[in-house]
């Protein structure tokens, strides 16, 4: 099993662009997640996705849009980037909305110009 | 609103050293609280939890026990190794609206 993957591993953008995070995951869990991780900050929830064809907002959405393509799948837009969004991404997954464990990815370090 | 404060380091420690992370939580009802790990390039794991007063978590080597009356669920390790060089985050789950809390982490560098 490869868990949770996402792609890219590395982006950098220029302010402005628009790029979209993929995440997936093979654990068959129902809710799915994105957080941004920034020094001193720790782990922030952007959005998250309860369970298949539901999105919801988390602490800090601003700027971002998510989809739920299906039970496998949670991408994450930023539509026009900026600065601010220099961050590490990391998606999660769980087996349900609300249980104690995450599964987290290898992350996704995004820089914006 | 709910919070988790822990020490930000870094911390070097030489190998076989104790280790101890220290982690404070605010909440309003009762977490359940955890360590996650992350090593260098990879996401975050469980590292060890507990979910209510008195009880205490365990991993590798690892524990931590939860103590409601100090609010703090600090780690500690008797003996660390190279291989526990890495950012441990402390974090908490409040139970009446599930999301989940991280501490800003700290950075942990053992040395041979």
């Known amino acids: 099993n490869a868990g949770v993957t996402q792609t890219p591993k590395f982006q950098v953008l220029k302010t402005g662009q628009s790029m979209t995070l993929q995440c997936a995951q093979d654990m068959n869990h129902n809710s799915m997640y994105w957080y941004r991780q920034d020094p001193g900050m720790g782990l922030r929830l952007i959005y998250y996705?309860?369970?298949?064809?539901?999105?919801d907002k988390g602490e800090v959405p601003n700027g971002y849009n998510v989809s739920r393509l299906n039970k496998r799948e949670f991408s994450l837009r930023l539509e026009s980037a900026a600065p601010s969004q220099t961050s590490v991404y990391f998606c999660?997954?769980?087996?349900?909305?609300?249980?104690?464990?995450?599964?987290f990815g290898p992350g996704t370090r995004l820089t914006v110009l | 609103g709910d919070s988790v404060t822990q020490m930000e380091g870094p911390v070097t420690l030489s190998e076989e050293a104790f280790l101890t992370i220290n982690c404070t939580y605010t909440a309003t009802g009762y977490p359940s609280l955890f360590w996650y790990v992350q090593y260098p390039g990879e996401g975050l794991q469980l590292l060890l939890k507990?979910?209510?007063?008195?009880d205490k978590g365990s991993n590798k080597g690892f524990e931590a026990t939860y103590r409601k009356e100090t609010t703090s669920f600090h780690l500690e390790k008797g003996s660390v190794q190279v291989s526990d060089s890495a950012v441990y985050f402390c974090?908490?789950?409040?139970?009446?609206?599930?999301?989940?809390?991280f501490g800003p982490g700290t950075s942990l560098s053992v040395i041979p």
């Open positions: 974090a908490l789950r409040e139970t009446s609206y599930d999301k989940v809390i």
């Open positions: 507990a979910t209510k007063a008195d």
């Open positions: 996705s309860a369970s298949e064809g539901t999105t």
């Open positions: 999660a997954s769980s087996p349900r909305y609300g249980t104690d464990t995450q599964y």
